[in-house]
């Protein structure tokens, strides 16, 4: 990777906006300024005083918007970026159809091409949505070995920091499934120092992961490696866990060894407390994805109750979109309308950003991410929304959801990069991957359709 090609001494102040130093107990600065240098962040204080101070630097306009820290996406799939609009062509009826008839039909159609692509397009609208920092979550059964080098590339080239990983599924064999075991550790192993993109372990789901899998990735998993998995979207996972293993998802993944303060664990809507408990005394993440639980039918995660047995909570778009401050206004508003409680909503879900952060810094040992102070990452992303009423450390979560979720994002910088300049991307050209796109994907989608079903048997044809 080649961090910061052509800005590494370069001091740069972005002026003229409300900065919000952070997602919990933030500093609020009315007409303020960020000074980076390199990919660090210098200081930040009043508009006219930091471009006095610094003379000689860029100078970047806020033009009256909200700065923040760049966002975290703790759990995304690039490679679903080909699929919009495309009928499946049969119907889709409940979570087992949709994972059969489309999600794994398109991941053994992918080539090294439409990997790229996927992630391009996936990369672009992170950068067009303020996103700096991305949890990805690939699957490609037909190239699996080097697949994550081949999403690696298109990170590097867009300037974002990421954390890659292959869901490992015995769905197409066992050999499969050991290659990518061997994916994720041969990626882990050669970014295990990368500044900007770091390695885990991925896991498709409990139920499509055989236990002789998990004891194999158990065995190898280095120091550091967390997991990333799919638990109970569905009661599908809990369901075939207990008929095909013997216990549940979280039970067989404690049992192995395979749960501690690096596991993602996304969705979890369907766990009781007694699971809750277990990922919560291991220092677990479990993800929220509001839209895609929506966008599936598979019910609400309820984020009171997860929170009251002591889950640290954290928040992604799993492939909906790449835009986390929508997914953050679809909590906010799914938590209120399923309860039917408008009393609900600025305890949990002001925190989730801020999780997100948290756990973005640990993976790539940068503890001051997410936070717009010295010696931070320089990585923030500035919204074309002026507040119009004041801005507090109290309301910024008010401003977040009532104001700015649906507000275009004027500039993104990812390491001192600026990324995403007045609305353009500059790292990426957006109109070059969208025409390629969209030549490639009638090739993608006829592979799609001439694949036939890879249900394993134990999939039950019906809920
Ligand atoms: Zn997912």
């Not at 996406?73 to 059969?100: K, M, Q, T, V």
């Not at 994720?184 to 499509?208: E, I, Q, S, W, Y």
Request: include cysteine; proline fraction near 5%.
């Amino acid at each position: 990777m080649s961090p910061n090609p052509d800005l590494t001494e370069r001091v740069t102040v972005l002026a003229s906006g409300t900065i919000v130093t952070a997602f919990t107990k933030p500093e609020v600065l009315t007409d303020g300024a960020v000074v980076w240098q390199g990919d660090r962040i210098l200081e930040i204080g009043d508009s006219a005083e930091m471009i006095r101070k610094h003379a000689g630097a860029r100078n970047l306009d806020a033009r009256g918007g909200l700065i923040l820290p760049g966002l975290v996406n703790l759990h995304h799939h690039f490679y679903s970026s080909l699929a919009r609009g495309l009928n499946p062509g049969r119907p889709l009826e409940n979570f087992g159809e949709i994972l059969d008839g489309l999600w794994w039909r398109l991941d053994r159609a992918l080539d090294d091409d439409t990997i790229r692509l996927s992630a391009e397009l996936a990369l672009a609208d992170s950068i067009r949505w303020g996103a700096t920092t991305i949890f990805d979550h690939h699957a490609s059964p037909t190239r699996i070995g080097g697949s994550l080098d081949l999403i690696a590339g298109a990170v590097d080239r867009a300037g974002l920091s990421a954390v890659l990983c292959y869901e490992i599924t015995d769905r197409n064999g066992h050999d499969d499934a050991i290659d990518g075991l061997e994916e994720n550790l041969a990626f882990f192993r050669t970014h295990r120092h990368d500044p900007r993109v770091r390695g885990m372990l991925g896991f498709h789901a409990g139920f499509t992961v055989d236990d002789s899998t998990l004891a194999a990735a158990a065995e190898c998993r280095l120091d550091g490696m967390g997991c990333h998995i799919h638990i109970a979207e569905d009661p599908l996972d809990l369901r075939i866990s207990q008929v095909a293993y013997g216990a549940g998802p979280v039970s067989r993944l404690e049992n192995h060894g395979l749960i501690d303060d690096r596991t993602l664990a996304i969705h979890c809507i369907h766990l009781g407390s007694d699971d809750r408990n277990v990922l919560a005394a291991h220092g677990a993440t479990i993800v929220h994805n509001p839209e895609s639980n929506a966008n599936n039918g598979v019910g609400r995660l309820d984020l009171e109750a997860v929170a009251a047995d002591g889950c640290r909570i954290g928040l992604g778009t799993d492939g909906m979109s790449s835009a986390m401050l929508g997914s953050l206004r679809a909590a906010f508003l799914g938590l209120r309308g399923g309860r039917r409680d408008p009393r609900l909503g600025f305890t949990v879900v002001p925190d989730l950003l801020a999780v997100n952060a948290e756990v973005a810094g640990r993976f790539l040992d940068e503890p001051l991410l997410g936070r717009l102070v010295p010696e931070a990452p320089a990585d923030l992303c500035v919204l074309d929304t002026a507040p119009p009423t004041p801005t507090t450390p109290e309301n910024v979560f008010a401003h977040l959801v009532y104001g700015s979720a649906s507000s275009p994002v004027r500039h993104t910088i990812a390491r001192g990069r600026v990324l995403l300049e007045d609305h353009a991307l500059t790292s990426l050209d957006s109109t070059a991957i969208t025409e390629e796109a969209r030549r490639a994907t009638p090739a993608l989608w006829n592979r799609f359709h001439a694949l036939g079903a890879s249900r394993p048997d134990w999939l039950p044809t019906r809920d």
